[in-house]
């Protein structure tokens, strides 16, 4: 699912971010050093100082060392983060180590970090200037990560300039990534087939459906529970009478009459009641209150009558017919409202028996027509929050082809699907679904890809804190994953969960000051 971000919404959050959280001024740990004393890229600041970041498949290093002369102690900061859940390391130890011709030459471990996610000490490089390759090595308790920090110049008397690493536009700190949900992963090839999208709603499905018909034309009157969708009911339970159709003028009437004499007992007790209270102070005769408590009796007579009647003619020896609940389950469906004249055979009730469910869901996709094979097929329900996958549930695409209506230019498409997915009826869907050979591609997850100002854009890892943005183009999709036909390469770090932070990071206007 892309992400729409307006520019203007997110100008004071970004402003908030330029506070004191944002300068990158700090000292970690205590180690005030300067790399340069200036902006983090300058010619000066490469002659002096070293920045490395390296991934494993499990964590990333994010170090910056003086550059190392020989017999003098370097200092160095190290971050290190693991990468499934974006966790700065707490603990654990770190090994630097200085290898020449496969044999290790000098080596240094730190036992503790100075402060959450960092590593920051002092450490003695090679007693001989000469070109060393610099490994690092992380571990805490099962956790371990090695990098491979390249080849390293040891100065015999004086530091020895290195090639700075290519820095993006943005900077966005290891404190700030820290602090929010936070993920890169590698962009890689994927098996990715074209995906038709379609929206729809939940219904029972066809086997698991009990209906309840109408025996003969008639009229249904309703019991007083009435069964309204989404209500529960019990196998047997009484939903409604139906009365034959000889019988329904009959019925009518006497539903007017029974309507009736209701009114007019209401109208009697209001009556009574109003000359009951004149009464004690003699503004009305005894008699007057004797004919009023008649005329109350009178009416609650005729009331009970006609229910009498009514109850008569709906009892099964007048031939009305009970209409029952035809199983355990949910209402889905009501086919007439009280009152109503039906037809032999129409359907009163509709009750979900069971668990499984069938999907009807409409595309406007015309990118094809065919719907096999079926690469994949996926679910997404609002309150998911991400799509399940309705091939490994077990679940039925029952459409083939695509019939598109000229009217509404869309097409039905329909799924049957097990019990164990979660949907009940009535739940409001989005299906994807794959359809051809999978082809591999370019992809990063769905959630990457971040929409500003109607362009889609990634943001890719440059270094350990600062990104680069990148106007992408998008090709083929699964519930998932979407693949980037332009603008992205292989292997290279993208933001996959995190990237409005980034956004909002950059508009801040400004990079950070990389002083530690």
């Given at each position: 699912m892309r992400m729409a971000i307006g520019i203007g919404a997110f100008v004071l959050m970004a402003l908030a971010c330029s506070g004191p959280a944002s300068d990158h001024g700090h000292e970690h740990g205590g180690h005030g050093h300067d790399h340069g004393g200036g902006g983090h890229g300058s010619e000066e600041e490469e002659g002096e100082s070293i920045a490395v970041t390296r991934w494993t498949a499990t964590h990333e290093l994010f170090v910056e060392l003086d550059a190392p002369v020989a017999g003098s102690a370097f200092a160095y900061h190290a971050h290190v983060t693991r990468l499934a859940d974006n966790h700065a390391a707490t603990s654990g130890t770190l090994t630097l180590r200085f290898e020449q011709d496969g044999f290790?030459?000098?080596?240094?471990?730190?036992?503790?970090?100075?402060?959450?996610?960092?590593?920051?000490?002092?450490?003695?490089?090679?007693?001989?200037?000469?070109?060393?390759?610099?490994?690092?090595?992380?571990?805490?308790?099962?956790?371990r990560a090695e990098w491979d920090a390249g080849a390293v110049q040891v100065g015999a008397q004086a530091p020895v300039a290195h090639e700075g690493e290519d820095e993006g536009e943005i900077a966005f700190l290891k404190e700030s990534q820290w602090q929010v949900p936070f993920r890169?992963?590698?962009?890689?090839?994927?098996?990715?087939?074209?995906?038709?999208?379609?929206?729809?709603?939940?219904?029972?499905?066809?086997?698991?459906?009990?209906?309840?018909?109408?025996p003969v034309e008639g009229l249904v009157a309703w019991a007083d529970t009435?069964?309204?969708?989404?209500?529960?009911?019990?196998?047997?339970?009484?939903?409604?009478?139906?009365?034959?159709?000889?019988?329904?003028?009959?019925?009518?009437?006497?539903?007017?009459?029974?309507?009736t004499a209701r009114i007019d007992r209401e109208f009697a007790q209001a009556d009574?009641?109003?000359?009951?209270?004149?009464?004690?102070?003699?503004?009305?005769?005894?008699?007057?209150?004797?004919?009023?408590?008649?005329?109350?009796?009178?009416?609650?007579?005729q009331v009970e009558a006609s229910e009498r009647r009514l109850s008569a003619l709906t009892s099964s020896g007048a031939g009305a017919m009970?209409?029952?609940?035809?199983?355990?389950?949910?209402?889905?469906?009501?086919?007439?409202?009280?009152?109503?004249?039906?037809?032999?055979g129409s359907a009163l009730v509709t009750v979900s028996a069971g668990d499984a469910v069938l999907i009807q869901a409409r595309t406007h996709t015309r990118t094809r027509t065919d719907l096999t094979p079926v690469a994949s097929l996926a679910v997404l329900r609002g309150d998911w929050d991400a799509p399940v996958d309705l091939g490994a549930a077990g679940a039925t695409l029952l459409t083939e082809r695509l019939i598109f209506d000229p009217a509404s230019l869309s097409a039905p498409v329909s799924v049957l699907v097990p019990a164990d997915v979660g949907l009940v009826p009535g739940d409001l869907v989005d299906l994807s679904i794959g359809v051809g050979a999978p082809e591999p591609r370019l992809a990063v997850p769905r959630d990457a890809v971040v929409e500003i100002n109607g362009q889609d854009i990634v943001f890719v890892q440059k270094t350990g804190e600062s990104f680069a943005r990148r106007r992408v183009?998008?090709?083929?999709?699964?519930?998932?994953?979407?693949?980037?036909?332009?603008?992205?390469?292989?292997?290279?770090?993208?933001?996959?969960?995190?990237?409005?932070?980034?956004?909002v990071a950059s508009l801040s206007g400004a990079l950070e000051s990389h002083r530690h």
């Open positions: 290790a030459v000098e080596s240094h471990t730190d036992d503790e970090v100075a402060r959450p996610g960092i590593f920051a000490s002092t450490a003695r490089p090679p007693a001989t200037a000469g070109t060393y390759r610099l490994l690092f090595s992380y571990v805490d308790g099962d956790e890169v992963m590698p962009a890689d090839l994927r098996s990715l087939a074209p995906v038709v999208e379609s929206a729809g709603v939940v219904r029972p499905a066809p086997a698991d459906a009990a209906v309840v018909a109408a009435l069964p309204v969708v989404g209500r529960q009911v019990a196998r047997g339970e009484r939903l409604a009478t139906l009365i034959p159709a000889g019988a329904a003028e009959h019925w009518a009437s006497l539903q007017a009459e029974l309507a009574l009641e109003r000359v009951e209270g004149l009464a004690p102070d003699e503004l009305i005769s005894t008699r007057r209150v004797s004919e009023a408590r008649a005329a109350l009796a009178r009416a609650e007579a009970p209409i029952r609940a035809p199983a355990d389950g949910v209402v889905v469906s009501v086919g007439a409202g009280h009152g109503e004249a039906v037809t032999a183009e998008l090709g083929a999709r699964d519930a998932t994953y979407v693949e980037i036909t332009s603008g992205l390469s292989p292997g290279e770090m993208v933001v996959v969960t995190g990237g409005f932070d980034v956004h």
